[in-house]
């Protein structure tokens, strides 16, 4: 019996642990979308303005963030 409370116990403790994790996730997503919508946004002023290299550079870097 004392093993089954002690296995009860633990479980919840180590779930609750993982759980603390999740809101940091979903900022470290958020920073990411942020960054890469501003990345998005100078390239196509980049690409509106003429200047294509610029434009290809900003957007693959945006598109990096995704990958990694």
Known sequence: MKKIIL???????VSSAYAGSCPKMAKDIDEKIKKAQELKDQ???????GDHAKSEKLL???LALFKS
């Open 60 to 62: 693959n870097e945006a």
């Open 43 to 49: 390239g196509m002023d980049a690409h509106n303005t």
């Open 7 to 13: 296995s009860l116990c633990l479980v919840m403790f």
